[in-house]
Every structure is written in C-alpha cells, then in structure tokens.
C-alpha cells in the first residue's frame, strides 16, 4: 500500500530536492570553471623572524630553473611588500604570503587567487595569468585602521 501525501506536501519535497539539487550543482560548476579549491598548505613559520630573517626579509620575485616563479610576499600593516611584483604571463606562479603581526587577506582580484594570510603560517597558492596587465592586490580581512589602504600590484608582462 502506498504512503498517502498531501498534494502541497509533495511539491514541497520535490521543491526542497530540486533546490539541493541546484546548490550542489553550483559547487561544482563554481569549482570546475573557476578552479576554486580549498586551501591545503600547511606551513609553520615563527612570525616573530619574518623581518629578521628569511625570504620574507626583503622578498622577491625568483625563477625556478623550470621557469616557474616564487613569489614570497609580506603582508604587513598596511602593506604588501613587495609592493609591485612582476610576473611573466602564461607561466605559473607560487605566492608565499606570511604576516608578521595580524591576520590579512590576499586577494588577486579577476582571478581565483583569494586567501588568508595568518601570522605563524605561510600560506601558498599557484596560478597562471593568461593575459598581460595590472592586477589589483586587495587585503579582505579587517586589519586595523588603514585596512582600506592596504594593496598591491601584480604587473604580469608579455612572456620573453
Ligand atoms: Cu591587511
């Protein structure tokens, strides 16, 4: 014998299905097209040394032998040093970011690069700029008073 259910009670549960259906759907698609992933370096740093020593001490940009690049960032109040950083098209980049004081976003804006940089850690993520330009670095975690002013620069320029 069938269950009897309402006829408003089953549109309902199909309505509640169909949306589950929907979010999941879009997590996927957000994921696959804009290769958006979680977070899954896990890297220890003593934030106390960040300016004494160290690639953060006065970062820049270093190509690998394979020509990749590693970009070791300080994300500081109010600032992200360096605070130009050029890069080569169609290669990919790593960005090391560390905080020697609080706890600061790192945020390429127009790409999938978006994390947070926590004192005591150093955080990592990898892209490749398809096109030359300027790309605008925004901090996205509330920092303190200036927290509006702090940002940066990606210049990516034509490959060699
Ligand atoms: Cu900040």
Redesign the pocket.
């Known amino acids: 014998m069938a269950m009897h259910v309402d006829r408003y009670e089953r549109y309902w549960m199909w309505a509640a299905t169909a949306m589950l259906v929907l979010f999941l759907a879009a997590i996927v698609i957000t994921a696959v097209a804009g290769s958006a992933h979680p977070p899954s370096h896990v890297e220890t740093i003593d934030p106390d040394r960040v300016t004494v020593e160290g690639e953060f001490t006065a970062p820049q940009p270093v190509t690998r032998p394979d020509g990749s690049v590693v970009v070791p960032i300080r994300?500081e109040?109010?600032v992200f040093r360096p605070e130009v950083i050029r890069v080569p098209a169609g290669t990919p980049v790593t960005f090391r970011v560390t905080s020697p004081d609080v706890l600061?976003?790192f945020q390429i804006v127009g790409t999938n690069v978006n994390i947070t940089v926590a004192p005591g850690y150093v955080s990592e993520v990898t892209t490749t700029f398809r096109r030359p330009g300027d790309y605008l670095i925004v901090?996205n975690?509330y920092?303190g008073l200036a927290?509006h002013l702090?940002q940066g620069k990606v210049v990516v320029e034509e490959p060699r």
Do not use: F, Q, S
């Open positions: 994300a109040m109010y600061h976003g901090c975690e920092c927290h702090m």
